[in-house]
């Protein structure tokens, strides 16, 4: 079956700039999660959804990270006035209800040139 | 930090010898998991083990768990250079949030 998917696999934009990472679940998965991972880092928790609700967004780098959840389906992660630090792989991933293993996708790369 | 930390953070191997690493963690846990990471899939779950369970198998995997050390190993026996991967613990705690740790980078020989 489908596994998660995410788009742009690739994104690059200049310093300052807002852009929208979009994640596709798996199909009945309620849970979603976003992770952030620097080159030859381990991955860094930013949100968590169950259902459209996101309960902790304490995870988000800051203010100008948000995200949101439509339909208890697709997920985005928009991030506003890019810095260079923000340049990372960015992974979505599933899991089923009641359920920890998660399931990823091959995540976005940002590059804030 | 409340990341689960792996060691070593890199290890190289023939093909056909045992590989191990450790994670270890600093708060209380519901369960802590493994994945592995290669550049061709990704992230892939590869075990789950609860706070009530000390050791769990799955094929060539071994994974324990000493709640009182807060920690836990991953045994990957009789390797295959197809294990060549990153391989991450993490441990989940209040309620669906993860930790990743830096991950070990194992290299098997062929």
């Known amino acids: 079956g489908a596994g998660v998917s995410q788009s742009p696999s690739n994104k690059v934009t200049e310093k300052g700039k807002d852009v929208e990472l979009r994640c596709d679940p798996i199909?009945?998965?309620?849970?979603l999660y976003w992770y952030r991972q620097s080159l030859g880092q381990g991955l860094e928790f930013l949100i968590y959804?169950?259902?459209?609700?996101?309960?902790?967004k304490s995870g988000l780098p800051s203010d100008r990270f948000s995200a949101e959840r439509t339909g208890g389906s697709v997920s985005t992660l928009t991030i506003q006035r890019t810095q260079q630090e923000d340049s990372a792989v960015y992974l979505c991933?599933?899991?089923?209800?009641?359920?920890?293993?998660?399931?990823f996708g091959p995540g976005t790369r940002l590059t804030v040139t | 930090s409340q990341q689960g930390e792996e060691d070593p953070q890199a290890l190289s191997i023939q093909e056909g010898e045992n590989a191990t690493m450790n994670c270890s963690y600093k708060?209380?846990?519901?369960?802590l998991q493994w994945y592995r990471q290669n550049s061709g899939r990704g992230l892939v779950h590869l075990i789950l083990?609860?706070?009530?369970?000390r050791e769990k198998h799955s094929g060539r995997l071994r994974v324990t768990l000493d709640t009182s050390k807060k920690s836990s190993s991953l045994l990957i026996t009789a390797s295959r250079a197809a294990d060549t991967a990153s391989y991450f613990c993490?441990?989940?705690?209040?309620?669906?949030?993860?930790?990743f740790g830096s991950g070990t980078k194992l290299n098997v020989k062929p």
């Open positions: 199909s009945g998965h309620t849970a």
């Open positions: 993490t441990t989940q705690y209040n309620f669906n949030k993860f930790y």
């Open positions: 083990i609860r706070s009530n369970e």
């Open positions: 959804f169950q259902g459209n609700s996101a309960p902790d």
């Open positions: 708060t209380s846990i519901n369960n």
């Open positions: 991933a599933s899991s089923r209800p009641g359920q920890d293993e998660q399931y």
